[in-house]
């Protein structure tokens, strides 16, 4: 197993640390967090945000929107929302800031080195549900050669009730990096891109479905190039069995100066609507959900 001494946050013990084998990528895993990521240096330079974050004043998403990737989820994403069936007085009665599994912990990761180099990382993370029930994120990374970042989850209800999953996945980007001629590029944004210093204000957001263009079920994007980290761009693939819609947010002010790429398995609608509209499917007991993605550096 590669691994690589780093300066900087991920230097805590939380964090698992891995090096690609053909290319200078230090990746850092969030024991502590289900295996997000926090820390990524690209020959030397930290792709996430670090501190130039906004605060919430939830200290889970503090933690985690400084990393380069974390997970909304598995019973809820984006802002909180009363929990279906009970009083606004109940005890636990909302669904808290981007769902229930920040900062729960993996149980006995395993990290293995296959033969031609590529790294392999997974865990379990048993997660306690706002509505009382349980669920198990079944994780694994792999970590190419060339640097390309493949992520597979499997959520499993290990609960007596169901519940319905909704996932939203959050590669933050420290903006510092970014240029006027950084874009972003897909075939499902309106003329096929678009600056990513798009809409007015300090922040802005853009949900839409992610299917056009895609290819075998899967959805493409690229950022870049990033004249902070040598050119280089990335390029986000992901499932869209599970994953159906490209979020993007950013936010400049104060210290923060951070863009994120978030593709998620809902459209912005509040729980109600999306209950109303048939959206939010229920997943019974023992039965399980796949979510997929990739991540891929692409030298200038």
């Keep these: 197993m590669t691994e690589v001494a780093v300066a900087g946050r991920e ?14 990528l230090a990746l850092a895993f969030d024991r502590g967090s289900a295996l997000d990521l926090g820390p990524a240096r690209l020959d030397g330079v930290d792709l996430a945000p670090g501190l130039a974050i906004p605060s919430d004043g939830d200290p889970r998403i503090d933690h985690a929107l400084q990393g380069l990737l974390f997970t909304c989820g598995p019973d809820h994403i984006r802002h909180p929302e009363p929990v279906e069936g009970r009083s606004a007085g109940d005890s636990g009665a909302r669904y808290p800031l981007h769902g229930s599994l920040s900062a729960t912990p993996v149980t006995a990761p395993q990290r293995t080195q296959a033969a031609d180099g590529t790294l392999h990382l997974s865990g379990m993370a048993e997660i306690a549900l706002a509505d009382g029930g349980l669920a198990r994120l079944h994780r694994r990374w792999q970590l190419a050669p060339d640097g390309t970042l493949s992520l597979s ?21 420290g903006a510092r990096l970014f240029g ?5 590029a897909g075939a499902m944004l309106e003329e096929g891109g678009l600056g990513w210093h798009f ?16 290819q075998d079920g899967w ?7 990033l004249p902070g980290a040598g050119g280089a761009s990335l390029r986000l693939d992901f499932a869209l069995e599970g994953l159906p819609f490209l979020q993007m947010w950013r936010r400049q002010s104060g210290v923060a100066n951070v863009f994120a790429l978030e593709p998620a398995s809902h459209r912005i609608a509040r729980r109600p609507v999306l209950r109303e509209a048939g959206e939010l499917v229920d997943l019974a007991p023992g039965d399980r959900r796949n979510f997929a993605l990739r991540l891929a550096v692409l030298r200038a």
């Design 153 to 173: 989850d499997s959520l499993e209800n290990a609960g007596f009730a169901g519940f319905a999953p909704m996932m939203m996945y959050h590669i933050n980007l």
């Design 219 to 225: 959805a493409s994007v690229r950022l870049g190039p």
């Design 199 to 214: 809409g007015a204000g300090e922040s802005s957001h853009v949900c839409l479905p992610a299917a056009s263009g895609a």
């Design 11 to 24: 230097q805590d013990d939380r964090f698992l640390l891995m090096q690609a084998t053909g290319i200078d």
């Design 180 to 184: 006027p001629q950084t874009r972003v």
